[in-house]
């Protein structure tokens, strides 16, 4: 990992793991990834909580294929984000 807070919390994982996906960590220290992780994560910010609440009664199975599809076309998606710093907020 090249941020030394984000190597401690994946410390768990398999490093091939730690580059293949993104990953949510939670306040007890667990993690939480793919479509599954997306849902925990609208749900934890206030302006998309009802959007969470509504992507949490679909399967995780399918969830995680819908990441799988998105995360397929990484590439071509990726050229729709501005290139530069992420802003960086802490809790």
């Known amino acids: 990992m090249h941020d030394e807070e984000a190597a401690t919390l994946l410390e768990p994982l398999p490093e091939d793991e ?3 996906s993104w990953h949510l960590a939670r306040g007890d220290g667990s993690l939480v990834g793919y479509g599954t992780g997306g849902v925990e994560l609208l749900r934890s910010m206030r302006l998309t909580r ?3 609440r509504l992507f949490a009664v679909v399967p995780d199975r399918v969830l995680d294929a819908a990441y799988g599809l998105v995360a397929r076309y990484r590439g071509p ?3 729709l ?3 530069g710093p992420a802003p960086k907020r802490f809790p």
């Open 81 to 83: 984000v501005p290139d």
């Open 50 to 52: 009802r959007a969470g």
């Open 77 to 79: 998606l990726g050229r």
């Open 18 to 20: 730690g580059f293949a």
